[in-house]
Structures are given as structure tokens and as C-alpha cells.
């Protein structure tokens, strides 16, 4: 049974927004996990972008996206989203929602659990 599906990835131009969603699948409640937002471009590894859960605030691992890309959730829909504004042909990557069932957040692929299968996001003019 799927257990996480992104959607909201899509071509934009620099500048441009998108809000990436993370779904639960049946019975698989976002609330009780962290949640990891990852992206990987090809050729290159998978990075941790953000992650939250119930004893960590939103964390962003990168400066580059802090002020840009925002984490938030919405419990009642089982979704978590990654707003990104501003942004910038760099942020081009499949970006993947990804969960650690102990409920830390963590960068590293490796502790994660379960993941979706990625939506991907290019920013092109």
C-alpha cells in the first residue's frame, strides 16, 4: 500500500513559486513521524532540505533555501507541504517526502523509513 505520494512539482521560471505536497496514504498518519523533505538532482546525491516533527521546530539545512522554502502541516488533510518561493535554477531536483517512524528529524537519507516516489521541480527561464 502506498504510504506517501508528492505532488506539485512542475516547470517555473526563476523567481517563481511552487508548494510541494506530501500525502499520507491510508492509516499512515504524517503527525506521528518526522517528516523529511529531500531533493536530488541528477547525477548528484540526495540532500536533506527540511524536516519537523513533534520535538523539533522546522529545521533548514541549507542556507540557501532559509527565507525562501517554508515546511508546514495540516494535519486534518495528512499532508505536509514545502512552500518554495524565490525560486532558483539550483533548487532543480526531484524532490521527495520521507519518513523516520522513531520521529527524529534527520538529513541523512539513511535513517529513513519510508518514502514517496519524488515530484519533480525545474526552475528554467
Known amino acids: 500500500q502506498v504510504q506517501l505520494v508528492e505532488s506539485g512539482g512542475g516547470l517555473v521560471q526563476p523567481g517563481g513559486s511552487l508548494r510541494l505536497s506530501c500525502t499520507g496514504g491510508s492509516e499512515f498518519f504524517l503527525e506521528y513521524y518526522a517528516i523529511t523533505w529531500f531533493r536530488q538532482a541528477p547525477g548528484k546525491e540526495r540532500e536533506g532540505v527540511s524536516c519537523?516533527?513533534?520535538?523539533?521546530?522546522?529545521?533548514y539545512y541549507h542556507d540557501s533555501v532559509k527565507g525562501r522554502f517554508t515546511l508546514s502541516r495540516d494535519n486534518a488533510k495528512n499532508t505536509v507541504y514545502l512552500q518554495m518561493s524565490n525560486l532558483k535554477p539550483e533548487d532543480t531536483a526531484t524532490y521527495y517526502c520521507a519518513a523516520d517512524l522513531l520521529d527524529y528529524c534527520s538529513d541523512s537519507p539513511g535513517p529513513m523509513d519510508v518514502w514517496g516516489k519524488g515530484t519533480l521541480v525545474t526552475v528554467s527561464s
Open positions: 519537523f516533527s513533534k520535538y523539533d521546530s522546522p529545521t
